[in-house]
Nanobody, 123 residues
């Protein structure tokens, strides 16, 4: 099992940017597809972005395309989420997740989760 620890959340004004990081440990990082999810107050957790083990393929929720960028550094066992043009509706707890890489970018395959990092966007 892989252990995941997120960081980089905070309070930002609308229009601002953040970069979230997720450090992985415990298993070979390149064995995993990595992803980000978020959960806003009173809502279900939703998929945000995913990246293949090689970093060559990515997948985004329609609601974040063009504003969010997922990337990974396998040498540092870290996945990132760059968030630009933040809006109040982006306020949520953001979770890092891992899935076995042989499942490709399937959004239902994630089975390891971090504890989350809070992102709050003020208007």
């Amino acid at each position: 099992q892989v252990q995941l620890v997120e960081s980089g959340g905070g309070l930002v004004q609308a229009g601002g940017s953040l970069r979230l990081s997720c450090a992985a440990s415990g298993r070979t990082f390149s064995r995993y597809t990595m992803g980000w999810f978020r959960q806003a107050p009173g809502k279900e957790r939703e998929f945000v972005a995913g990246i293949s083990w090689s970093g060559l393929r990515t997948d985004y929720a329609d609601s974040v395309k063009g504003r969010f960028t997922i990337s990974r550094d396998n040498a540092k066992n870290t996945v990132y989420l760059q968030i630009n043009s933040l809006q109040p509706e982006d306020t949520a707890v953001y979770y890092c997740a891992a899935a076995p890489r042989d499942g490709g970018l399937g959004r239902q395959n994630y089975n390891s989760w971090g504890q989350g990092t809070q992102v709050t966007v003020s208007s």
